[in-house]
């Protein structure tokens, strides 16, 4: 079983920079592949950014591409998400996930097996 918990949601401008984080409980937490989604009112889930166990496979929507990066420190089981140049559209709810290492699509939520609560972020214009 693996706990997980975001933080670092809040209110931004546009323009601005967040950094999410997901602290995961369980000891095999480097052996998981790590998922930021989003879900905007009325939208679905959708894939903001994802790294593989050691980082070999990393996937970014188009439209986040160059404005985030992921990484993950396995010896703190955590897991970031640097959001800069934020847009209003970027407004969602911001959930980390945790899947098998064996997902082959690590773009899609059905893969991944453990949630967050989630954590709101909200960009004004």
């Known amino acids: 079983q693996v706990r997980l918990v975001e933080s670092g949601g809040g209110l931004v401008q546009a323009g601005g920079s967040l950094r999410l984080s997901c602290a995961a409980s369980g000891p095999t937490f480097s052996n998981y592949v790590m998922g930021w989604f989003r879900q905007a009112p009325g939208k679905e889930r959708e894939c903001v950014a994802a790294v593989s166990w050691n980082g070999g496979r990393i996937y970014y929507a188009d439209s986040v591409k160059g404005r985030a990066t992921i990484s993950r420190d396995n010896a703190k089981n955590t897991v970031y998400l640097q959001m800069n140049s934020l847009k209003p559209e970027d407004t969602a709810v911001y959930y980390c996930?945790?899947?098998?290492?064996?997902?082959?699509?690590?773009?899609?939520?059905?893969?991944?097996?453990?949630w967050g609560q989630g954590t709101q972020v909200t960009v004004s214009s």
């Open positions: 996930a945790a899947g098998e290492p064996t997902i082959a699509i690590i773009s899609r939520p059905a893969e991944y097996r453990y």
